[in-house]
């Protein structure tokens, strides 16, 4: 039995742990463009940053304090004054995440022609672990094109740990190679992954970046925040398939070019902006 790929949507608001909600998304973009690898900054001047993007100190103080409890970030206070400084379990996060949002760069490798395929079995009576490995193995790239089956045109996703967490051993197995003689692999494809529904993702980013023309430090500051927050979701969800299954061309480069283009144009400004708030205080 077939089924229709997961949708974006589905595969966004399913991945664990995530923290793409509005106020932790941009404080987690703010700390990973401004403070990753700097001194730590005063909470006021995160507030104030926070409340140029458009959210309430309420929603701020409260992204703060999340981040905070969650180990991402570390809390110091002198006196009345409190500051906020990368904790170790973050900046192992921003190193990962700064590589991949700003190393994807749209374009495909040369592939070989092999493909990882995952058997794997879930008991009826482990429905949130079902859950949790269609999340995760969708994260790594990974498409179904049936039920049971994962594929991915990476033979080296690293799987494994997602089903020793689940304790799937026993009922996994995996393997490489090419396309066998019965099938169409083309169909396949278009089958375990929604690439209509990532190239509508696309062509929205496009539409919103590609018209938008901020002036001003403050305007570009608010610009490049949004702009990094609406990109770093790409290269979660891009399963990065080889050029021959995707349109030609294939509007994910024209993303990748226009995201560079507007990282250059708006990130200085953007900089210039968070170090006039810091020399201020707020």
């Known amino acids: 039995m077939s089924r229709a790929p997961l949708k974006l949507a589905e595969i966004a608001t399913a991945r664990p742990r995530s923290r793409d909600g509005s106020a932790q998304g941009l404080l987690l973009v703010l700390l990973g463009l401004f403070l990753w690898r700097q001194p730590p900054v005063k909470t006021a001047v995160l507030i104030a940053a926070?409340?140029?993007?458009?959210?309430?100190?309420?929603?701020a103080r409260k992204a703060i304090h999340r981040?905070?409890?969650?180990?991402?970030a570390a809390a110091t206070r002198e006196g009345r004054e409190a500051s906020l400084s990368i904790a170790p379990a973050g900046e192992a996060l921003f190193e990962e995440g700064n590589a991949q949002v700003f190393g994807f760069d749209g374009e495909r490798a040369d592939w070989d022609g092999r493909w990882l395929v995952l058997s794997v079995s879930v008991p009826e009576s482990q429905r949130m672990n079902r859950h949790y490995l269609q999340s995760r193995l969708a994260w790594l790239g990974m498409g179904s094109p049936v039920p049971g089956i994962w594929i991915s045109p990476h033979a080296g996703a690293p799987i494994h740990p997602v089903i020793e967490k689940l304790?799937?051993?026993?009922?996994?197995s995996s393997w490489v190679g090419g396309f066998g003689p019965v099938g169409d692999e083309a169909a396949m494809v278009r089958q375990a992954w929604d690439i209509d529904g990532l190239a509508a993702l696309y062509a929205e980013f496009i539409a919103r970046f590609g018209k938008l023309a901020p002036v001003g430090d403050a305007e570009r500051f608010v610009a490049y925040v949004q702009l990094v927050q609406a990109w770093r979701r790409f290269p979660f969800i891009d399963p990065k398939l080889p050029a021959r299954f995707l349109p030609d061309p294939w509007i994910g480069r024209d993303a990748a070019a226009l995201m560079r283009d507007r990282r250059g144009a708006w990130g200085p400004a953007a900089q210039r902006y968070w170090d006039a708030l810091r020399r201020g205080g707020a």
């Open 50 to 59: 926070l409340e140029a993007l458009g959210l309430t100190e309420n929603a």
């Open 67 to 72: 981040l905070t409890q969650d180990g991402i």
């Open 167 to 172: 304790g799937l051993g026993t009922l996994a």
